[in-house]
């Protein structure tokens, strides 16, 4: 008998839940996998998985993520997740212009002619921007971040999913000639490679287990071949004798892997980026640039051919 009225007691505790309707479809909708358009639908991405766009300088790599941010932001009655987004900004070059410009198109491409004005700040407000610019400033954002996060969250009433940091190398020669400091200097300001990255990793991992969010981070490589410059060339030996990781695609591109390894483990999923060899002009995509596109983490078989024209980033059919 008592066992019967136990089973009853648990089975009542699962149906009354121990949370609200509300709590119950922000959970799942954390569970569920972002829908990002073109370029970035091939795989399913959800939160706690870390994307690494990888490639040259140009290659579209911020523009993917401002594509990506702006579909974050906008409303869901606008094809958008309805997010907040955080973009760390490492190589203090992010136009922020060209964000507007693709949010406006984006608003007016919806079925109207003019954008709402109202909706533009809403999705703006959205978009959280900090600007670091050497380590120091990076691991401090990260280990105060969230204050930030838990304020924005009060503020606007949804939360923080997305994560980008735009150019995670870009202090990597910085710290790394840290090194070579004169052992008179204070052993504390010294930064050392492996130490940084473990810290950054380490501050991550924390944020994400009080705020689940699908990390998105671009790095600058420099692609060696037997058709590179002379530049290229010393550019590629002074990465070379920082790794001995070498990774290569089926078109004989390759790149040295600079980062430490506490990173690359990290990191869940990888795209690879660079130019085509077909030139804007013979296409119909005029006043654009043409990049392949290779998922690598996973590894898919097949590239795609992606234009990057005023309105944003396309894949070419």
Known sequence: M??????????????????????????????????????????????????????????????????????S??????????????????DCRFDITRFSQLLIHRITQHGTDSY?????????????????????????????LHFRLEKEKEVQGVGVHLLMIDSIGAFHWMDRASMFLSQRENSKKKLFLQTVSEAVVQNIRKLLQVYPMLIMATKSVIFGSRHSTASNEVKGNMEERCSKN???NHQNFQYR??????????????????????????????????????????????????VVKEAGVFVQS
Request: with cysteine; net charge negative.
């Open 257 to 306: 892997e600079y980062m430490p390894s506490v990173w690359q483990s990290f990191v869940t999923h990888r795209i690879l980026l660079h130019s085509s060899d077909e030139h804007p002009g013979t296409t119909n995509h005029q006043n654009s640039s043409i990049y392949l596109l290779e998922w690598l983490l996973p590894r898919l078989s097949f590239p795609d051919k992606i």
């Open 246 to 248: 070498m990774t290569r």
């Open 116 to 144: 709402d004005q109202a909706l533009y700040d809403l999705c703006m407000a959205r978009f959280l921007y900090v600007r670091c610019y050497d380590s120091f400033e990076f691991l401090h954002t990260l280990r105060t």
């Open 2 to 71: 008592k066992e019967k009225e136990k089973e009853r007691e648990e089975i009542e505790k699962w149906i009354e839940g121990d949370e609200s309707g509300a709590e119950m479809l922000s959970r799942v909708s954390s569970v569920r996998p972002f829908v990002f358009p073109p370029p970035l639908h091939r795989v399913p991405l959800r939160v706690g998985n870390v994307l690494e766009l990888v490639g040259p300088s140009p290659s579209a790599k911020t523009q993917i993520l401002i594509q990506a941010a702006i579909t």
């Open 73 to 90: 932001v906008l409303p869901k009655t606008y094809g958008g997740l309805d997010h907040l987004v955080l973009f760390l900004d490492l």
